[in-house]
Each structure stands twice: as structure tokens, then as C-alpha cells.
């Protein structure tokens, strides 16, 4: 199992671009979740989907964020216009609920760095 | 809203010695995980913690529930370096779900030879 698998690893921007970050979750996985890490506020969850449907997504900090799940082994999570404030490390997660007591398995994260 | 508070947020500690990382959350949960981060990496799950009473040992590592008291503990014995990390407890509704987890601000370790 290649584990949950996330592209790119780095991103850099300039400030008022269009940035879409990707995830590919375990495969079999039902529940996938977006994550953003920050030095001053920690992990935040964003969103999070159930069978590729938004469950929750009070996370979201603005309208400027947006992540859809077309299919089960693929969600992307785009910020447009993006700011410097939005550079942060971003996480997805997947899970399966029948397994979910045995944890959430990470991808690697992108680093965003918008100037 | 659930909250989850760790302290400490940093520990400075030499090699051999014994510490505790304390987690407390503010609503009830049914489920407890505990995360491990290196630099730049992602999170390891290090353990689960699912009903009061629970413990979990790994190592150098035990982790501890007590959810009358929303109080998990992370317990370090004999630490060596390569413990050195930050520790993360992260907590779920009582959902039944696989609800989004809410994490605390994470400990981090430096443990000096």
C-alpha cells in the first residue's frame, strides 16, 4: 500500500494566483480529510468528505477555498485567489469508519509558500 | 466546541530522565490518538486510546486515558534522543463516525544526550 499520497510537496506562489493542491487517498479508504498546519494556530481541519460527499467543511477559512472529491481515489483542495497568510503546511488524511478506532493515516503534506 | 490543551508546548529534557505530556479535552470523546511529527515529515500514529481505564505501551512510550477526567497522558521512561519529536494528542466527537479530529497544539521534545 503506497499510503495516502499527496502532490505537490512544495508549492511556491505569487500572491492572487490560483494554487490546487491533490491528494490520493488509501485505496478502500471512505472518509478523507484536509488538514492545514501552522506554526501559530497548529492543525486545522479544513474539510471532510464521507464517500466523496462534504460532510463538514466548517473549516474552511473563506470563500477563496474550495475541495471537491470527484472520485474515490482523488481530491483536490484549490485556493484562488491565494495570500501569504494562506502559506502553511497542508495535510490530507484517510480513514476507513469499520477501522477508523485503529487511526487516520497521513500523507506527506505540501508546503505552501505564497509571496 | 471541543478543545484540546497539551502542556507542556516545549520539553527540554536530558537522556534518562522520565517525563509526562498531559492532554486534556473539553467534551466527551470515545476516542483518544496520540501522533508523533518530525521535522518536516508527516504524522506517525503512535497510539489509540479507546475507553477509560485505557493503556498502551510502545517502547519507551505509554499512553493513558482517563475520560471522567478527559485526561490522556503520554508517558516518556528513560528517554534517549531519538525520542526527541513533537508529540501530538488529538481527540473525536462521539460521533460513531469517522468524525475530523481536533488536535492540541503538540509538545514539543528536545531530549539532550
Known amino acids: 500500500d503506497a499510503g495516502v499520497i499527496q502532490s505537490p510537496r512544495h508549492e511556491v506562489t505569487e500572491m492572487g494566483q490560483e494554487v490546487t493542491l491533490r491528494c490520493k487517498p488509501i485505496s478502500g479508504h471512505d472518509y478523507l480529510f484536509w488538514y492545514r498546519q501552522t506554526m501559530m494556530r497548529g492543525l486545522e481541519l479544513l474539510i471532510y468528505f464521507n464517500n466523496n460527499v462534504p460532510i463538514d467543511d466548517s473549516g474552511m477559512p473563506e470563500d477563496r477555498f474550495s475541495a471537491k472529491m470527484p472520485n474515490a481515489s482523488f481530491s483536490t483542495l484549490k485556493i484562488q485567489p491565494s495570500e501569504p497568510r494562506d502559506s502553511a503546511v497542508y495535510f490530507c488524511?484517510?480513514?476507513?469508519?469499520?477501522?477508523?478506532?485503529?487511526?487516520?493515516?497521513f500523507g506527506s503534506g505540501t508546503r505552501l509558500t505564497v509571496v | 466546541e471541543l478543545k484540546v490543551e497539551q502542556n507542556p508546548l516545549f520539553l527540554s529534557m536530558q537522556e534518562g530522565k522520565n517525563y509526562t505530556i498531559y492532554c486534556n479535552y473539553s467534551t466527551t470523546s470515545d476516542r483518544l490518538y496520540w501522533y508523533r511529527q518530525d521535522p518536516g515529515k508527516s504524522l506517525e500514529s503512535l497510539f489509540v486510546?479507546?475507553?477509560?481505564?485505557a493503556v498502551k505501551q510502545e517502547g519507551r512510550l505509554m499512553a493513558s486515558l482517563d475520560t471522567k477526567a478527559r485526561l490522556s497522558t503520554l508517558h516518556i521512561t528513560a528517554a534517549v534522543h531519538d525520542l526527541s519529536a513533537t508529540y501530538f494528542c488529538a481527540v473525536a466527537y462521539s460521533g460513531g463516525g469517522a468524525d475530523g479530529l481536533t488536535f492540541g497544539k503538540g509538545t514539543h521534545l528536545i531530549i539532550q544526550p
Open positions: 486510546l479507546l475507553s477509560n481505564g
Open positions: 488524511a484517510s480513514s476507513l469508519l469499520v477501522r477508523v478506532r485503529e487511526g487516520y493515516t
